[in-house]
């Protein structure tokens, strides 16, 4: 993954410190990036951006609003996050602590600082191995990212298509999201994970994956199109 491919989700409600923020990073070619503004839009850009780094102010509606958020991101994903604080309270800071951030700036943020974290969750993306193992019985199967095609979910079982063999697993589609956060695994249905690099053609209503036809709704067009304009 490039620097212009990393996506970065900026959570701050004082918008001069998020501009003064995207200003920082994309002089440092760190072009991919959102602003929200408040906790609601901060989960729905979570779970639509897909970001792979988020900066999250801790005080914005409330004292904790930041925590709140850091917690939902604990338990639903498994992104990492950057608190910015402008406070030094003990009390308040443990809670921080406990949501396990990937690191925390102090306010005012100084580019050499924030740079210097960015990079270091930048260096850390770019570590994520590029297999996983499923359990098939009682054995568990390493499948290489390179090999997998798409997942999709059948009653109960979500279904693990790879060129070679289909596995079928006790699970969902959203936990393999969660578990296996690949930037290459995206989705296209509410049923379908695909594998882009397998992607050999889109059109309005389906991709072609492999030959494979699988299908496209509405709510994932946008993130389809931007990977077309990318291409």
Not at 16 to 31: A, P, R
Not at 61 to 85: A, D, H, R, S, V
Not at 167 to 196: C, G, M, W
Request: neutral net charge; proline residues 3%.
């Amino acid at each position: 993954m490039t620097k212009d491919e990393f996506k970065i989700l900026v959570v701050d409600d004082e918008v001069l410190i998020s501009y003064h923020i995207q200003e920082i990073l994309t002089s440092s070619d760190f072009s991919n990036i959102k602003m929200v503004h408040n906790k609601k839009n901060a989960i729905i850009e979570i779970e639509s951006f897909k970001p792979n780094l988020i900066l999250l102010d801790i005080r914005m509606e409330n004292e904790q609003t930041g925590i709140e958020i850091g917690n939902w991101i604990k338990e639903n994903n498994k992104i990492p996050f950057i608190y910015l604080t402008a406070h030094s309270d003990s009390n308040l800071m443990n809670l921080a602590f406990e949501t396990n951030p990937f690191s925390y700036l102090t306010k005012p943020i100084k580019k050499a600082d924030l740079f210097a974290a960015v990079m270091l969750a930048f260096k850390s993306n770019q570590q994520i191995p590029d297999y996983f193992f499923i359990k098939d019985g009682s054995a568990e199967i390493k499948i290489l990212i390179n090999d997998f095609l798409f997942a999709s979910s059948e009653d109960n079982y979500l279904a693990i298509n790879t060129k070679s063999k289909k596995y079928l697993v006790r699970s969902s589609l959203e936990k393999f999201k969660i578990d296996f956060p690949f930037s290459e695994i995206i989705q296209t249905h509410r049923a379908f994970l695909v594998n882009k690099k397998h992607i050999q053609k889109i059109e309005s209503t389906f991709l072609l994956l492999d030959g494979i036809q699988i299908p496209i709704t509405r709510k994932f067009k946008e993130e389809l199109r931007n990977l077309v304009l990318k291409s």
